[in-house]
């Protein structure tokens, strides 16, 4: 059998490296228009940042380590020009010696991956404008910066390499500006959740300057100078990076017949067999599927695209793999910051029409006392009829990776809000608290699911004020905190005092309580409802979630 594969990066090369370890009998090749194969495209900002000095980390394989390894040839220069599906040949062309020639397949892999989204913007082509999506995309960005030393940077785009980008020339002592088209940086996040990000990173001094439209860029001698933006004066920048979003590389495959999904990525079953017979696609050219809804989405990550190369790899060989969705799940860190996700947001929730309970959990990371002890906010999203976990977000110091990974398995087997409460976490100070952030999100779903502790989000809470609703917020908070800022309207009892206060609330009123995270608000809560409220909301995350909601309104 002969295979041929279409990429070299990780997807590719997972296939490849799959069907060899399943088959000594098969001839295996790659063919790789680029000159780089198998990279972590993920590490590039820390390369440019400084973190990682030697480009060479990141590309720690070539072809002549996968032929001696694997037996697998991989061709780089040479880019496959057409593929005849019917008589199932291609015909390549070597990018250094112009040489075309022509080879066959008994089984097509589809593995080019993506490409930077680029619209055609007078300027964006200028020797300072930058994208980061391969490793000499990187070497090219420092050697800029070695060569025009840079005093301030502009950024295109708040997604994930926009800001580890963002990080690395702030730290290499730049000015920095980020330009989001949407309403908030990470836009796969809710967006009260990134206003914690991007509270955190102005602290920082990184601008951001988000529903930002840029129409192009003023430049002379080959240079950008300033980048034009749709409502604003033009902004100066001596380097500009543009990270808008990518879009899967399927114009070749398309040609061969090959179909797209809804996405625009190429649609594969769970097999990662295309429409074609014997035509496989793997990795970001590919569409996935929601874990979640069972609905396409295009999600390209590179542990994804390693899982979905090892499937095709072991399909392609007699294998019964089978690929069994993603949630999406993503994490990065923005200086001392950690920004992870996984499953649905509350948007995405709503959409796809769930009845949904919505909380947001702020506790530490380990005890307060102990060394390193930091805040997490973890914002959890839960179906109200199944009481299945649909997605969490979550943002803080050290220790959100753990806490993540914790909900990604929940989520893949179909975990109960309240089963979370009973996992056996490990628990010691240096590592968590005795009720760790993941039992404590279980503790809160499960009362507001099953136990009447409903609780109310900031975003509701004016939402229906705003509709007129007489809502009754008590302030459960001591007087020092009470002092420092407050709900406009609420009453201040403090907790200890709100039993000898019942007598001045009827029982039907709509009553939300808070406290300055929600534990106090959750007792105040108790307090009312066992005394015969019957209508009592805790306010989720208290007040310093409605904080940050509110100031980011008024933005």
């Known amino acids: 059998m002969k295979i041929v594969i279409v990429g070299s990066v990780a997807a590719g090369t997972s296939a490849a490296a799959k069907a060899r370890r399943n088959t000594e009998d098969a001839q295996i090749t790659i063919y790789e228009k680029d000159s780089y194969i198998s990279y972590s495209g993920c590490g590039l900002p820390y390369f440019v940042g400084g973190e990682t000095s030697d480009i060479g980390k990141l590309t720690p394989r070539d072809a002549r380590w996968f032929k001696e390894r694997y037996n697998v040839e991989i061709k780089t220069g040479c880019e496959v020009l057409t593929v005849d599906s019917a008589q199932k040949t291609l015909c390549v062309r070597n990018l250094i010696s112009g040489e075309e020639f022509t080879d066959t397949y008994d089984r097509l892999v589809w593995a080019t991956g993506s490409k930077p989204f680029k619209p055609q913007l007078d300027g964006i082509g200028s020797r300072n404008v930058f994208t980061v999506k391969n490793p000499q995309n990187a070497v090219d960005v420092d050697a800029c910066i070695a060569e025009h030393p840079a005093k301030k940077a502009l950024i295109i785009g708040g997604g994930y390499i926009g800001l580890e980008m963002a990080v690395a020339l702030k730290e290499r002592q730049m000015g920095v500006t980020i330009l989001e088209l949407s309403s908030h940086v990470m836009p796969l996040m809710d967006d009260e959740m990134a206003a914690i990000l991007q509270k955190y990173m102005t602290g920082k001094g990184i601008d951001v300057l988000t529903s930002a439209k840029v129409t192009g860029f003023q430049h ?91 499937i095709a790899g072991d399909v392609i060989t007699g294998g019964s793999l089978k690929f069994r969705g993603v949630l999406g799940t993503g994490i990065f860190k923005v200086f001392g910051l950690s920004v992870a996700m996984t499953g649905l947001t509350e948007k995405e929730a709503r959409k796809f029409g769930y009845d949904i309970e919505v909380i947001h959990n702020i506790k530490p990371n380990v005890p307060d006392y102990y060394p390193g002890s930091a805040e997490m906010t973890i914002k959890a999203v839960a179906d109200r009829k199944t009481e299945k976990l649909l997605g969490v977000q979550i943002v803080g110091g050290e220790g959100v990776d753990k806490r993540i990974d914790v909900f990604v398995t929940a989520i893949t087997y179909g975990a109960r809000a309240g089963d979370l409460f009973h996992l056996d976490l490990a628990y010691a100070p240096p590592f968590a608290t005795t009720k760790d952030p993941v039992l404590y999100t279980g ?113």
């Open 443 to 555: 503790m809160i779903l499960d009362n507001a699911l099953n136990r009447g502790r409903r609780i109310m989000t900031t975003h509701e809470l004016i939402e229906r004020e705003q509709a007129g609703e007489k809502i009754t917020i008590i302030d459960v908070r001591n007087k020092k905190d009470r002092d420092r800022g407050f709900i406009e309207g609420s009453l201040h009892i403090p907790l200890q005092k709100i039993r000898s206060e019942l007598a001045g609330f009827h029982k039907d009123d709509l009553i939300v309580v808070h406290c300055n995270k929600g534990v106090s608000g959750n007792a105040a809560q108790n307090i009312l409802i066992n005394n015969g409220f019957r209508n009592v909301y805790n306010l989720s995350g208290g007040y310093k979630q409605y904080i940050i909601e509110k100031n980011r309104e008024r933005k």
């Open 220 to 310: 002379s001698n080959g240079m950008a100078r300033t980048v034009m933006v749709e409502g604003h004066e033009p902004i100066p920048a001596d380097l500009f990076i543009w990270s808008a979003g990518i879009k899967p590389e399927v114009e070749l495959a398309k040609t061969m017949g090959v179909k797209l999904g809804i996405t625009g990525a190429i649609e594969v079953d769970n097999r990662m067999q295309t429409n074609l017979p014997d035509v496989y696609a793997v990795g970001d050219c590919a569409q996935v599927y929601s874990l979640v809804t069972g609905s396409p989405m295009y999600r390209p990550m590179g542990s994804t695209a390693n899982k979905m190369g090892r």
